[in-house]
C-alpha cells in the first residue's frame, strides 16, 4: 500500500473539483481526503495500490484536464489510518 499527496494548481475551486474527485475514487480501492486551500490549491491525500492509485490520478486528470495547471506529486508508504475517500471541511 500507499500514500500520495497531491497539490493542484489552476482553476480548480468553485468548479466542482473535490466532488469530482470523490466520484472518481468511486469504485477503487482508495481511502483519504480531498480539501480547498486558502492559496487556491486543491490538496488530496490518498492510500491504496500503486495501481489503483494511478488510476485515480489519471481519471482525475482526464476529467478536469480543463482545470489543471499544474500538480506535484509526493509518493509515500501508507499509513493505514485515512478514512473512506471525502471531502475534508
Known sequence: MERIEVFYRGHVQGVGFRYNACEQADGLAVTGWVQNLPDRRVQMVAEGSIGDLKELLRRIDRSMSG???????????ATGQLAPFQIKH
Not at 67 to 77: E, F, G, Y
Open 67 to 77: 482545470n489543471i495547471r499544474d500538480k506535484s506529486v509526493a509518493w509515500q508508504s
